[in-house]
């Protein structure tokens, strides 16, 4: 059972913005734990997307960025494109399961 | 660059132990910067964590399935591997093992993230 949640599907057109919410609680995201993001195609390795909240590892497009406030984090992702289709889970450390965690994953669609 | 790949049976019997390989090539299961971990995905869910394992043998596993599972390092083979006890259908799901961290360029996160994953393999509990 995840506890950070997200939305179910996000989607926009090819070039709009889109934004993936995360939210926790106050043992996770709200006591301070960094978040990270990762995108998902079934069948394949899910890939790092960001870390540290707000970090692109190399590789990633300035498209995407990531924010973080109260218990609550976010990724965008501008100029949307065909290739953006998949699943995205964010992630983080819950100090009262003393163990990572992760969101309940958001399916973005390019209409 | 790192690369992580899963290997194990496809097909598990229920109440029997589902075990699986997780091997390492391009680096080293012995890395003290890093643990491994385990993280799998039921048909149609989200993921789940199941736990890490550092060289050292320090884990921590999910509490929800801590009396079931156990992960160790085999440094010699460089690779790392998993089992789950007394599995049920409920264990059904591509299972994926991935090199856990919390440091880079020098900055040390409150939390630790999974890079690079495996691409998984499907386990699938029945009779």
């Known amino acids: 059972q995840s506890v950070l949640t997200q939305p179910p599907s996000v989607s926009g057109a090819p070039g709009q913005r889109v934004n993936i919410s995360c939210t926790g609680s106050t043992s996770n995201i709200g006591a301070g734990y960094d978040v990270h993001w990762y995108r998902h195609l079934p069948g394949t390795a899910p890939k790092l997307l960001m870390y540290?909240?707000?970090n692109r590892p190399s590789g990633v497009p300035d498209r995407f960025s990531g924010s973080k406030s109260g218990t609550s984090a976010s990724l965008a992702i501008t100029g949307l494109q065909g290739e953006d289709e998949a699943d995205y889970y964010c992630?983080?450390?819950?100090?009262?399961?003393?163990?990572?965690?992760f969101g309940t994953g958001t399916k973005v669609t390019v209409l | 660059q790192v690369q992580v790949e899963e290997s194990g049976p496809g097909l598990v019997k229920p109440s029997e132990t589902l075990s699986l390989i997780c091997s390492v090539s391009?680096?080293?299961?012995?890395?003290?910067?890093?643990?491994w971990s385990w993280i799998r995905q039921p048909p149609g869910k989200g993921l789940e964590w199941l736990g890490y394992?550092?060289?050292?043998?320090?884990?921590n596993y999910s509490p929800s399935l801590k009396s079931r599972v156990t992960m160790s390092v085999d440094t010699s083979k460089n690779q790392v591997s998993l089992k789950l006890i007394s599995v049920t259908a409920a264990d059904t799901a591509v299972y994926h093992c991935a090199r856990e961290g919390g440091c880079s360029r020098g900055i040390c996160y409150s939390s630790s993230w999974f890079d690079p994953w495996g691409q998984g393999t499907l386990v699938t509990v029945s009779s």
């Open positions: 540290g909240n707000i």
């Open positions: 394992i550092h060289h050292s043998g320090y884990s």
């Open positions: 391009g680096g080293s299961v012995s890395d003290n910067s890093y643990y």
């Open positions: 992630q983080s450390y819950d100090s009262s399961l003393r163990g990572d965690v």
